[in-house]
């Protein structure tokens, strides 16, 4: 009996190596699927020399035909626990509505911009090539993002 746990074991992770993708592990396993109505979007950076000199800025968005004014979508992100793994991931939640932030007398037409919900503090994550950053977002919303750098040079402020 205990030989044939032991053959249906290996014979089980055997079959889960052979159809992994060569050199890619999979690292996203212990985050949940997204539930119904939100998709999951994963951000995997390459590694750096010295990830500390960076930060990944998440802009959660989506195309919307407006006007020359800047415009934010409404909306929560927050950053949420993974129980029991010590990772965390990030969800936005309760978009409802966009605002101009400026309010200039347009006199061009119309055109499709990519909108973002406004930055939080959660919009930048620290920089990790180990570690993936996990979103979940509304249906119909994207995750996008840039890699911000700090400058080499270290200024020292002046005393007064």
Known sequence: MIRKITISLAMTVAASVLCAEPGKKDNIHMFPQAQEGFERHV???PALK???DHKVELLIGKTINVDCN???????LEAKSLKGWGYTYLEASNINGMRASTRMACQEPKSDKFVTLAPSEESFRRYNSRSPIVTYVPKGYEVHYRIWSADTEV???KQR
């Open 43 to 45: 951000i995997e950076v």
């Open 50 to 52: 010295n990830e500390n």
């Open 70 to 76: 800047r415009h934010v979508l409404m909306g929560k």
């Open 155 to 157: 200024r020292q402020a």
